[in-house]
């Protein structure tokens, strides 16, 4: 596998390479990250990844410090998963000090920045879709990967392709989870044992939403899984959704959508995310 840390090498490896599956992340990679470059692989494209921290996505300077980092185990993970190479760049290659075209990397993204993820973390996917637009114009992937467990950024990526005209396809994969449900995250390594324990709360609340939310009704859901929270001595509910499949419009049962369910909570200082598709 090859690793590429500028923008030279990028563009000397990928001019010999007709098509290009891409799987970006930020790193200290999981079981997740590496489905997605097995897929990638399973689809017959030469494959890379890019590890890469990008500060702009983050609201909360303390999270950005503390977000874990491994590089030689990244390294590993992909190899093994047969990535053919990795892109590792110094924030410098990314964000070029010498451009003057950086108003063309920020997007509007309308009601996706207003609600759930975007009413939480201000300006979050402002610099998603920065760092994502930058990426794509230096790799060119003919498909790129990106797990569901991220709903809300899956739906900003698409709409960046439309926005930047890319041909780009777009490949959601589902949630990879562990044994007991907790959905894979990069930050699950920040939990301590008895966090991990009750982070599980936010899969078994999804799983009682799916259970229950032709029967009982939307908003009956929802304050049965704010009740779940209040009764949990580790775990503080940020926010519960219940959604049109695809959209961040409301969901309400009987009128003809799939619907899914949105999530976000804490562990002390530990932001979790997650989402169920209800049927």
Request: glycine letters at 8%; one cysteine or more; hydrophobic letters at 40%.
């Amino acid at each position: 596998m090859l690793i590429l840390r500028t923008r030279e090498e990028l563009n000397a490896w990928r001019a010999n390479e007709p098509a290009v599956g891409f799987v970006p992340t930020m790193g200290a990679l999981h079981q997740g990250h590496v489905s997605l470059v097995e897929e990638s692989k399973r689809r017959g494209l030469t494959t890379i990844s890019s590890v890469f921290v990008n500060p702009t996505q983050f609201n909360n300077a303390s999270d950005l410090r503390a977000y874990p980092k491994d590089e030689s185990g990244d390294i590993q993970k992909l190899e093994a998963a047969g990535c053919d190479a990795v892109f590792m760049p110094h924030h410098d290659e990314v964000y070029l000090k010498s451009t003057g075209e950086k108003s063309r990397y920020h997007h509007q993204f309308g009601a996706l920045e207003t609600v759930y993820e975007g009413a939480h973390r201000p300006g979050h996917f402002k610099g998603v879709g920065e760092v994502v637009h930058i990426l794509f114009e230096l790799v060119n992937p003919t498909v790129a990967f990106f797990g569901e467990k991220d709903y809300q950024q899956l739906l900003v990526i698409r709409k960046l392709v439309e926005l930047i005209g890319s041909n780009t396809q777009i490949v959601g994969m589902p949630t990879v989870r562990e044994a007991d449900g907790l959905a894979m995250s990069s930050r699950n390594l920040r939990l301590t044992p008895l966090q991990r324990k009750h982070a599980t709360l936010l899969h078994k609340s999804l799983e009682y939403a799916r259970q229950n939310i032709d029967q009982a009704g939307r908003e009956e859901v929802l304050q049965a899984v704010q009740r779940m929270f209040e009764e949990d001595e580790v775990m503080e509910l940020e926010y519960i959704g219940l959604v049109k499949d695809g959209t961040v419009d409301d969901y309400e049962p009987g009128d003809g959508a799939k619907a899914r369910g949105l999530i976000s909570a804490y562990a002390g200082e530990i932001r979790l995310i997650d989402n169920l598709l209800l049927h």
